[in-house]
């Protein structure tokens, strides 16, 4: 649940007021996402989503975030698109916070996707992938293999108290994708956290992408060991090959993968299991007192990461060739 | 903010087929409310708002609210409107408690209300006491002089913490509506809890009145007595005599008040401030640890009530005779 800014009714319509879409008819705090404050906005024009960019939003990335969205959504990616103000600007200041305005988009996202949502996911990743090929700007991966190090440093020392064992593990998993990472793979824009709160269907047809505020340039390919990740985990932690084999078919019927990227794609996957396992640890680790947002349990990663620390080839995960 | 029920996307969409309001498009949980689980539901019917009932309010008292809602919003008053399932209910259960869904209602609620927005207030006041005059059902107020005194006894012992005197304070308030409270003034339907988060405007017009789940039958001036402490006073604590001539001066241009109510207001004043105040110090003494929702400060009613007790009859609200 996160409105962690309250804006005025005078600050809302002045700041409306800069956008050509009418008066403000209602505006409802949103229960939902953990980075951002955001609103629904109804006006004359219809319905929006209002987001205040909180402080774990970098202000400088902004505008790769919000034009990476109008760029896809230009090339056909149902997506937010940014709305623009009477002066062209697709980003502004309420409430002392970066501030922008972006199309409602429909749909609900899955709690339990089944194989039919993954292949759908698959395609609609590749497909981001694909749009994403010409987008003029760039933004390095903050947490890519080079950010996992410090992070390891910052939790090792109390991941014992979230389970035995967990610091070593980690370590361990870490010497191991430092040795074998790949370093010539496909790079593009990655979106980096496709995870299903992030994907809505309506009918079980995928219906858009939101939240592109992790995305970044990275290989493509570490884009889909995140979604295998993500998606195609049962809740007891055992990998269902169904949903991997749906999602690698998915992707593939839209862009295929070249060999070097089939080859990468187990230790991508323990690289992705370690960043969300870290990145976890370290916010299970730092929850203030009276936090209004419960953490992620950093122990799901460490049971998805023992399971790729068993995979040897892309078959594993239902790679069919 | 308050969504405390998850709802899945399955029972979700089963429950909205037994409404012929289309399939479900979007559904976002609401982060307002501190007594219900609220969220914006859209299906191909339009925007709809979805509540499901916590424990704070009595599963026997839901079709009076319900009903109240049919019956005003039937005569003239903008209000949601229950919707109907295909088989006439207005009530149905969704994850294990009473659910319903009604109309979205547009507007913004004003944070700091002007004596425009309080001359609007009491004209819709007096328009909602107007349209429940034939309303069936009753509810007595649960929350009425003869509930203080328990409410006091478990708040007395640790009233101090909060204030030095104020448990005095009360004590000294209650015997004293106790002794002047009046016995036959008009009776009717009552909103109770009229406050501005409960009032929608569209530039600066009243759009619409929302939150009847304390509406109950009661004297009609009494709910004239919680907006006035609602309304009209600043954040010092002083009361704008200006916002409370235009709040009873709209309320008579619509119903006019009869000389007992007139005398009585006062008392009705001192009472209101008094229910306000032992509600929220019995909710302020007990927060539970981790609570989402901050508890709202009982000092503003104590405040409240030192002018109240100050005050000797009707023209010191700003009434006009």
């Known amino acids: 649940?996160?409105?962690?800014?309250?804006?005025?009714?005078?600050?809302?319509?002045?700041?409306?007021?800069?956008?050509?879409?009418?008066?403000?008819?209602?505006?409802k705090g949103i229960a939902e996402g953990v980075e951002n404050s955001n609103f629904l906005l109804h006006t004359d024009s219809g319905f929006f989503l209002l987001t205040l960019y909180?402080?774990?939003?970098?202000?400088?990335?902004?505008?790769?975030?919000?034009?990476?969205?109008?760029?896809?959504?230009?090339?056909?990616?149902?997506?937010?698109?940014?709305?623009k103000t009477v002066s062209g600007a697709t980003l502004g200041r309420l409430a002392g916070r970066p501030a922008a305005i972006v199309t409602f988009l429909d749909g609900v996202s899955v709690r339990r996707p089944a194989a039919g949502h993954c292949a759908e996911v698959g395609r609609a990743l590749a497909a981001l992938h694909r749009a994403g090929t010409d987008f003029p700007l760039r933004r390095p991966n903050a947490l890519s293999i080079t950010a996992w190090p410090p992070l390891l440093q910052a939790a090792q020392g109390r991941a014992d108290e979230v389970a035995r064992g967990l610091g070593e593990r980690a370590a361990l998993a870490l010497a191991d994708v430092q040795q074998h990472w790949p370093a010539r793979l496909p790079q593009g824009v990655v979106h980096a956290d496709l995870f299903p709160d992030n994907v809505f269907f309506i009918d079980d047809r995928l219906s858009g992408l939101i939240d592109f505020y992790f995305a970044c340039n990275d290989a493509l390919a570490y884009d889909i060991a995140i979604c295998l990740n993500a998606w195609c985990f049962e809740t007891d932690g055992s990998f269902n090959v169904t949903k991997g084999r749906a999602l690698l078919a998915g992707y593939e019927a839209v862009r295929p993968l070249s060999t070097a990227e089939v080859d990468a794609l187990p230790v991508l996957c323990r690289g992705a299991a370690l960043r969300f396992m870290l990145t976890r640890l370290v916010d299970w680790l730092n929850v203030p007192s009276g936090?209004?947002?419960?953490?992620?349990?950093?122990?799901?990663?460490?049971?998805?990461?023992?399971?790729?620390?068993?995979?040897?080839?892309?078959?594993?995960?239902?790679?069919?060739r």
Not at 1 to 27: C, H, K, P, Q, W
Not at 55 to 78: N, Q, Y
């Open 1 to 27: 649940m996160a409105v962690y800014t309250e804006v005025s009714d005078e600050e809302l319509a002045a700041f409306v007021r800069s956008y050509a879409i009418g008066r403000v008819l209602a505006v």
């Open 291 to 320: 936090a209004l947002v419960k953490p992620k349990d950093p122990l799901e990663y460490d049971r998805k990461l023992a399971f790729h620390m068993g995979a040897a080839c892309a078959s594993d995960y239902g790679l069919m």
């Open 54 to 83: 909180e402080k774990r939003v970098a202000e400088a990335d902004l505008p790769f975030f919000l034009g990476l969205m109008e760029h896809v959504a230009a090339r056909g990616i149902t997506c937010p698109l940014p709305v």
